[in-house]
Nanobody, 115 residues
Framework: QVQLVESGGGLVQAGGSLRLSCAAS????????VAWYRQAPGKQRELVAA???????NYADAVKGRFTISRDKAKYTWYLQMNSLKPEDTAAYYC?????????WGQGTQVTVSS
């Protein structure tokens, strides 16, 4: 059974940092592409950052230079380091894994950035 568990969200002031974690089980690390999405109230879910199974990364224009996606094979965990946070980064953040031709989602973690 595949399980993705996000953690690391919280309340932070503008300019601050948070690191989100996505701990996975039931998928093959080297076979999985993982992405972070976010959804703010009243808005569509949007792609924030992604890392392919080979380690290539890409970012939404809104977060380039501020956010970094990474992974730790030993911990079977993917991360989203978020720096220089802005109030417009406030959203629920979701981890998505594409593995074995299937898509899996975590339950989400809330990030709130105060001005």
């Amino acid at each position: 059974q595949v399980q993705l568990v996000e953690s690391g969200g919280g309340l932070v002031q503008a300019g601050g940092s948070l690191r989100l974690s996505c701990a996975a089980s039931g998928i093959w690390f080297s076979d999985s592409a993982v992405a972070w999405y976010r959804q703010a109230p009243g808005k569509q879910r949007e792609l924030v950052a992604a890392i392919s199974s080979s380690g290539n990364t890409n970012y939404a224009d809104a977060v380039k230079g501020r956010f970094t996606i990474s992974r730790d094979k030993a911990k079977y965990t993917w991360y989203l380091q978020m720096n220089s946070l802005k109030p417009e980064d406030t959203a629920a953040y979701y981890c998505n894994a594409h593995s074995g031709g299937q898509d899996y989602w975590g339950q989400g973690t809330q990030v709130t950035v105060s001005s």
